[in-house]
């Protein structure tokens, strides 16, 4: 069983030394480029999964021999390389839960897709401006550390409230096509009876 799973992707344009710390009984995983991320900054492979075209051919192999597991993918598949990354870790090994760094900048496609996988897999993203992840029903304490959180029904969201928040709500149905909770600030608590909420923070 481990704590936490850390998958790395690109784009490469995240700070990693300010934005990634060393944890206890963490597994590595590097997903195409953001394998090269790893290797660059001297840190332990467990696993690298990709097709591996945005890597250097001949730096490709001086990164290979510092992993423990390597999973080549076919350049014609019908999944992302982090979908596919998702989906091995789920029916493969044991965690309590999984941050991935990277994957929100760079093609808007890309990262649409990936929030459907957030709430598919229920797994957090970072860089240096955003994080994001997916509550479930029940009461929770927010944490905010950015300039703005943003609120999203993933699935129509019943009875939400937000308290301790800049603007609070009572008992409100927010739907999948409501963008009432945009660019809220603070934080607080949130609590809702039914549905999926994809919180933002972002300093953008």
Not at 32 to 56: C, H, N, P, Q, T
Not at 140 to 145: I, K, L, Q, S
Request: glycine share 6%.
């Amino acid at each position: 069983m481990y704590d936490k799973i850390k998958i790395f992707v690109g784009p490469n344009d995240y700070d990693f030394v300010h934005l990634y710390f060393e944890e206890a009984n963490e597994f590595l995983i590097g997903v195409d480029s953001g394998l090269e991320y790893l290797s660059d900054y001297g840190r332990k492979i467990d696993l690298a999964v990709g097709d591996f075209d945005s890597i250097d051919k001949s730096k490709y192999e001086s990164i290979k021999e510092k992993c423990s597991q390597i999973i080549t993918l076919n350049k014609d598949k019908k999944m992302t390389d982090l979908a596919y990354t998702l989906d091995y870790i789920y029916n493969n090994l044991d965690y309590n839960s999984i941050e991935v760094y990277g994957g929100i900048s760079g093609r808007v496609d890309h990262f649409l897709a990936n929030v459907n996988l957030i709430k598919k897999y229920d797994f957090s993203m970072r860089d240096n401006k955003h994080h994001i992840y997916m509550l479930r029903k029940g009461k929770h304490t927010v944490n905010n550390y950015k300039k703005y959180i943003s609120f999203f029904a993933i699935e129509d969201c019943y009875n939400l409230s937000l308290r301790g928040f800049k603007f609070e709500l009572n008992n409100y149905y927010l739907s999948m096509n409501d963008s009432l909770c945009v660019s809220n600030e603070g934080e607080g608590e949130i609590e809702f009876t039914k549905g999926k909420v994809l919180l933002i923070s972002t300093d953008d």
